[in-house]
């Protein structure tokens, strides 16, 4: 079965203090994995996504990397406007389009 | 994202009521999903459709249903047989081909139990 764990919970870090958030996950053949944020009250709001293990990618101060069991989402010099909760979503080749996503990452960047 | 419109935003449902939420997309994206997200917890799937006149369950179906008669429109009925309907719905679509694998979701629609 598709299964996604994100550590940590919560992470709280001051402004400009360089952190990761991680994603482990269990997928019959991935066939991509998903970054999202998420403001209170509000929908995901798409960042990334990933398909193959070794793969990169960068927004502002987000960078995203795959292997083939986790992914991590690396946050350099983070601002107070970072503060989000962070999730993270699989979808394999089989099931169709189920996706399934982590319980999510809160994080707070204290100015 | 704009393309996905959910309604309504608030909606409060008495005991043994049913209750329907309403997604519309102008992506035309095949795939729809619904979701369902609690205070402090991650997402929760429903039910998902990959194309007109077919759907799934997901994780937590029981007490939902739902159709999907037009590639627009997939609404979602909280029945009198969910017990716990109190929560956060999300929406969202997956298109095909040149417009990737990417999830967009809409801004969600708040249900309370009153």
């Known amino acids: 079965e598709d299964q996604v764990t994100q550590s940590p919970e919560a992470l709280r870090l001051q402004e400009g203090e360089s952190s990761s958030l991680n994603c482990s996950y269990t997928?019959?053949?991935?066939?991509?994995l998903f970054w999202y944020r998420q403001d209170p009250g509000k929908g995901p709001e798409f960042l990334f996504t990933?398909?193959?293990a070794g793969e990169e990618k960068e927004k502002e101060r987000l960078k995203a990397t795959l292997t083939k069991k986790e992914s991590f989402l690396h946050i350099t010099a983070p601002k107070p406007e970072d503060s989000a909760t962070y999730l993270c979503?699989?979808?394999?080749?089989?099931?169709?389009?189920?996706?399934?996503f982590g319980a999510g990452t809160r994080l707070f960047v204290k100015a | 994202d704009g393309g996905i419109t959910q309604s309504p935003k608030y909606l409060f449902r008495k005991e043994g009521q049913n209750v329907t939420l309403s997604c519309e997309q102008n992506?035309?994206?095949?795939?729809m999903y619904w979701y369902r997200q609690d205070p402090g917890q991650g997402l929760r799937l429903i039910y998902y459709?990959?194309?007109?006149?077919?759907?799934q369950k997901g994780d937590i179906a029981e007490g939902y249903s739902v159709s999907r008669e037009k590639k627009e429109s997939f609404p979602l009925t909280v029945t009198s047989a969910q017990k716990n309907p109190t929560a956060f719905y999300l929406c969202?679509?997956?298109?095909?081909?040149?417009?990737?694998?990417?999830?967009?979701f809409g801004e969600g629609s708040w249900l309370t139990v009153v």
């Open positions: 990933l398909y193959s």
């Open positions: 992506l035309n994206h095949d795939a």
């Open positions: 997928v019959s053949g991935l066939r991509g």
């Open positions: 979503a699989v979808q394999g080749y089989t099931g169709g389009f189920k996706t399934i």
């Open positions: 459709s990959q194309i007109v006149n077919d759907f």
């Open positions: 969202a679509t997956q298109g095909r081909g040149s417009s990737g694998n990417t999830i967009y």
